[in-house]
């Protein structure tokens, strides 16, 4: 089976982004203003949309979320 079929790597991912997203919360202004070419507000806004979303969030739109991953 190819990972992008497997739907326990699929959740996989998704909590990934759920971590990163609720981590990123947590850096301080320094480290972002260091970092200010990552996009810290889509990378919080991405995380709400998968927590908020999930159980909405069908096969078909988890592609278009993360394209390069599925």
Same mark, same amino acid.
């Given at each position: 089976?190819?990972?992008?079929?497997?739907?326990?790597?699929?959740?996989?991912?998704?909590?990934?982004?759920?971590?990163?997203?609720?981590? !990123?919360?947590?850096? #301080?202004?320094?480290?972002?203003?260091? %970092?200010?070419?990552? !996009?810290?507000?889509?990378?919080?806004?991405?995380?709400?949309?998968?927590?908020?979303? %999930?159980? #909405?969030?069908?096969?078909?739109?988890?592609?278009?979320?993360?394209?390069?991953?599925?």
């Amino acid at each position: 089976m190819k990972p992008k079929d497997d739907f326990v790597y699929k959740n996989a991912v998704t909590m990934c982004i759920l971590q990163i997203g609720e981590l !990123s919360g947590y850096l #301080s202004d320094d480290f972002k203003n260091k %970092y200010d070419g990552v !996009s810290w507000r889509n990378i919080k806004g991405m995380r709400n949309v998968v927590a908020h979303n %999930y159980g #909405s969030l069908d096969a078909q739109q988890r592609p278009r979320i993360i394209p390069q991953t599925f």
